[in-house]
């Protein structure tokens, strides 16, 4: 077979296809090639570290509420104050479950976001939140702990924010 009947028949299957022949020279630019006919988008290291970044981020937060939330559950006399003293009069066993509750469900959505699930990085921005909030509210009881949680969640929602809905595919 000649050279250009090779070069037809490859111009052929790339229009069958929806993707053309890149020559050896220019493998490394795959994202410009392939960007022409649309078929695909390649995904960079850096897409897939920060999409590992805010998944790792936000299951150390939801490990950070747990260990918060089983304090206050098994070991009450741990906070500096009582229950009087917190910004809403509940006793520490409730805000436990709380905590509790939350480091699950950030736990998660770390999970499912490192999976590339959707419903993830609505969910743990959404935690994420829900906890700086909450961690708001308890730092009459615990205050360095608590700013470090507060901390971790405004890193953890910027860092879903921005690497957790790169698309991976162009149509």
């Given at each position: ?15 069958e296809t929806?993707?053309?022949h ?5 493998r490394g ?10 078929a ?25 509420n747990i ?10 006399g ?13 006793d520490y066993?409730a ?16 999970m499912?976001l490192l ?17 700086a ?9 615990y ?8 901390a971790?969640?405004i890193?953890?929602?910027y860092a ?6 790169r ?5």
């Open positions: 077979m000649s050279e250009t009947s090779q070069a037809r028949s490859r111009a052929e299957q790339a229009q929806g993707t053309e890149v020559p050896p020279q220019t630019r795959v994202e410009e090639d392939y960007r022409q006919t649309g695909y988008r390649r995904e960079s290291g850096w897409d897939w570290g920060g999409i590992a970044f805010a998944s790792t981020l936000l299951m150390v937060a939801g490990a950070f260990i918060v939330g089983l304090t206050a559950i098994f070991n009450s741990f906070y500096t104050v009582t229950e009087s003293g917190l910004v809403i009069n509940v066993n805000w436990g479950w709380v905590h509790f509750g939350l480091g699950v469900v950030a736990l998660a959505a770390g499912g999976a590339g699930q959707q419903w993830a990085r609505v969910a743990g921005i959404a935690m994420a939140s829900i906890s909030i909450v961690s708001l509210a308890f730092i009459p009881a205050p360095l702990w608590s700013l470090v949680v507060i971790l969640d890193v953890v929602i879903i924010a921005v690497h957790g809905g698309e991976r595919t162009t149509a």
